[in-house]
């Protein structure tokens, strides 16, 4: 089965608003048993976004490594058409 270029990116867009859907439940449901986080500067708040960001990244880049489809032009696919 063939997956277009357009599938990719909604598979992408998917992983990603999986994956931002469970952050923000887990963060609400953190801020529900009261264990919020306290920065002592906007220094440390960026350092943690900075951290979350690149987390995020990296979950998602490893998300999408497994779901996504090679292409392989019809000529290189050899009789069988796989």
């Known amino acids: 089965m ?3 270029v ?3 990116r909604e598979q ?3 992983a990603k608003l999986q994956w931002l859907r ?4 887990e963060g609400f449901d953190q801020i529900d048993r009261g264990e919020g986080i306290e920065f002592q500067s906007m220094e440390q ?3 943690e976004i900075d951290r979350l960001a690149k987390e995020a990244s990296e979950e998602l880049v490893s998300t999408h490594e497994r779901h996504v489809f090679r ?4 000529a290189l696919r ?5």
């Open 78 to 82: 050899g009789s069988r058409g796989l």
């Open 6 to 8: 357009q599938q990719q």
């Open 45 to 47: 708040l960026d350092e």
């Open 71 to 74: 292409y392989r032009p019809r």
């Open 2 to 4: 063939e997956v277009t």
């Open 12 to 14: 992408k867009e998917q």
């Open 22 to 25: 469970k952050a923000a439940k």
